[in-house]
């Protein structure tokens, strides 16, 4: 019998490929590379012009530029893949998200190195709403590229359901949530933008990419549509390429926060708001939880699956303004505090870092050895 501890003592070779890590995929990569960098050589593929610091400054960084979504780029993405694959001869090939999931699952075909394949979409393509004929391709896509793949690592329970009712076989599929870091940072009271903050009036956080899949268009509508003296309206990230936004002048804009200042947000604000119209999984929920502060969210994606019975939060209708409106002017202290505090607890049960490692350790530790058997 084999010892499948064994494996994760023997120092492996790990390359993990995405096409640009910013955001919650930038985090899950921080995690997990950190974590693997203690016993292994871990390298990143990755465009540097479309990823955060916080991985192009990494050791072993490998960058996929030039890379911009076209079919020249992904073509020259797939050959770069193919070659650093066949150069540093990996014992594991984790690709990250739809995207790199297509070009770098082609590059591995043909090769006389044979190292096992992981992939996470971060988010099923075609659950995203939009063109029917566009969905049935991406499903096409996923379950044949799911034959090149040993492992198929999903981050919710509605992402996995969704692999399985596509067809792809059950036991690829291994369910993993998030996981960060349960230290919490400080509050700096010398924080720029620290006086943009009410004292009298509720502060409701938007954290994330000012597009149509995080629902930004939509509440810009809402807050317009729905004045109200009594909340003070935050929104941080950045609008994707080439996107115009309008942003009322009732919201604080505090565009793109570098990470490690994200607490700083998150230590200030009362409540998250995430009005995704798809979501994967919703690292900004767990990242809202970690700070004890409660999630007013959609009932979109996985993000349900975070709200456990209103007792960290609370669900609305992007159809339906009106619960949305009822939330906001239920709302107390005392009630966002007892959320706020319950979504803590939920979250060192369920989503620090170790949770999602230990599950990861446990997936490529069987993986190895059922190769070697």
Known sequence: ??????????????????????????????????????????????????????????????SLDPYD???????????????????????????HSSFAGVFARLATLGLAANPNIIYCAHGWSFLMQGNKLKRLIYKWIEKTLSYRTDAIVTISENEHKAALKVGIDKNKLHKISHGISPVCGKLDPNFINANTFSEQKLNILFLGRYDYSKGFDWLMRFIVNNPTDSISWHIAGKAIVDHKITIPKEVTNHGWVPYEQVPQLLLRCDAVIIPSRWEGFGLTAIEAMKYAKPIIASKNGALPELIHGEKN????????????????????????????????????????????TEALHSLISTLLSTKHN
């Not at 974590?35 to 990755?46: P, R, T």
């Not at 979504?69 to 690709?95: E, G, M, N, T």
């Open 1 to 62: 019998m084999v010892d499948e501890n064994a494996f994760m003592t023997k120092k492996m070779k790990i390359l993990h490929i995405t096409d640009w890590a910013n955001g919650g995929l930038a985090t899950y990569l921080e995690v997990i590379c950190n974590d693997q960098s203690k016993n292994h050589q871990v390298y990143i593929l990755a465009s540097r012009n479309g990823s955060e610091e916080r991985i192009t400054e990494r050791e072993r960084f490998i």
């Open 69 to 95: 979504r076209s079919i020249k780029s992904v073509w020259h993405a797939l050959q770069l893949s193919r070659q650093y694959i066949q150069s540093i001869q990996p014992d594991i090939v984790y690709i």
């Open 313 to 356: 939060g609370w669900l609305f209708d992007l159809n339906n303004d009106n619960v949305l409106i009822d939330i906001l002017q239920s709302l107390q202290i005392k009630d966002l505090n007892s959320s706020g505090e319950e979504g803590y607890n939920i979250f060192m049960k369920n989503y620090t870092e170790s949770h999602m």
